[in-house]
């Protein structure tokens, strides 16, 4: 089989709490994920699903353990190298969409590629064709406070995803909209995963999305074990 495009490996976070209280989230912890794959992480709230995302997506260090991003380990990586990684290889899609607020939905877009060193020119060109590709091409100009929830987490996944990154990860990206726009949004991002071979990891509460996924992860005793979506009723 090809090497995996995200690895983790015997990864473990325990939180310190006032008192001395600890609380073990991971616990030498594996799991991988291939290109093309889109992988449900469905657990109760408090499970751990941000902790586990945000290592994975480098942003937080695991206690011990490694994160393999195609085949590259990042264990004993520079703060400045795991940042460029970050930049390039890894999107990541909040539950709030975190668009820059001051800044129109394809300036959104052009920003992350610009900082990687893409020329305003083939920044705004891609972040057009983006928004084209999430049917939202007619509200390039307008800020993200002049979108819906909808188009705002459109153009959220649409930034995910500018740099072309391998892996895609996403902490309940439809959490926060009604059942029809999540579907519709849903279903973008199922076809954005699936047009660029990436990895998706993808936490959500929703048992209708996790059904459509390849696959379901949960987190058990501190560990990623898989999981089986109950069947439609
Ligand atoms: P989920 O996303 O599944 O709701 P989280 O990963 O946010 O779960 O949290 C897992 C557990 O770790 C929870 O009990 C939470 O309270 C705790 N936790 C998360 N972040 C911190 C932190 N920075 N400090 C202390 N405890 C934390
Ligand atoms: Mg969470």
Known sequence: MSEPVLRLDGVSRTYHEAHGKEIRVLDATDCELHGGEM?????????????????????ERPDSGDVVI?????????????????????????QFHHLLPEFSAVENLMIPQM???????????????LLEF???????SHRPSELSGGEQQRVAIAR??????????ADEPTGNLDPGTSERVF???????????????????????ARRMDRAITLANSKIVDYAVQPAS
């Open 39 to 59: 992988v449900a992480l469905v657990a109760p709230s408090g499970a751990g699903k941000s902790t586990l995302l945000h290592i994975a997506g480098l942003l």
């Open 187 to 209: 279903s973008m991002l199922e076809k954005l995963v699936h047009a660029n071979g990436l990895a998706a990891l993808i936490a959500t509460h929703n048992h209708d999305l």
């Open 134 to 140: 999430m049917g939202i091409a007619a509200r390039a």
């Open 70 to 94: 195609s085949g590259y380990s990042t264990r004993d990586l520079a703060e400045r190298l795991r940042t460029a990684m970050r930049r390039n290889d890894i999107g990541f899609i909040y």
């Open 115 to 129: 900082l990687r060193g893409a020329s305003k020119q083939a920044a705004r060109e891609r972040g057009m064709e």
């Open 160 to 169: 995910a995803v500018a740099n072309k990154p391998k892996v895609l990860l």
